[in-house]
Structure formats: structure tokens, C-alpha cells
């Protein structure tokens, strides 16, 4: 964890990868779920519950 500067940064981290692990074990592609999820994020009313990866493999 060279870059991480404080426990904010830590908990930021750690939210991220344990997402990137989520989407692998649920056999998501890992990229076009990130940019889906990026695309979704610029929205005003984003349902972010809709966007965990357990919830999007259920689609």
C-alpha cells in the first residue's frame, strides 16, 4: 500500500479491491463492469444497490 495516506485512503482501497473480487467471483468481466458502473456513476439518481456486483450478475 505504497500511495495510501491516511485510513480514509486505506478503507477507499480495500472497498476497491474487494469489489474487483466480488465481480471475479461472480464471473463478471471485470473492465466492462467497471465502465458500466462508471457510466451509471455520472447519472444524477444512480441506484448504487443495483450496481454491487452479487445484484449485477443477476441480471
Known amino acids: 500500500m505504497l ?3 491516511n485510513a480514509t485512503g486505506a478503507n477507499a482501497n ?3 479491491y474487494s ?4 465481480t471475479k467471483v461472480n464471473e463478471l468481466n471485470v473492465i466492462e463492469y467497471a ?3 462508471f457510466d451509471e456513476f ?3 439518481d444512480v441506484d448504487i444497490e443495483r450496481l454491487i456486483p452479487t445484484q449485477f450478475a443477476k441480471r
Do not use: A, G, R, S
Open 19 to 22: 469489489n474487483i473480487e466480488t
Open 35 to 37: 465502465m458500466i458502473c
Open 42 to 44: 455520472i447519472k444524477p
Open 3 to 5: 500511495f495510501i495516506q
Open 14 to 16: 480495500v472497498d476497491h
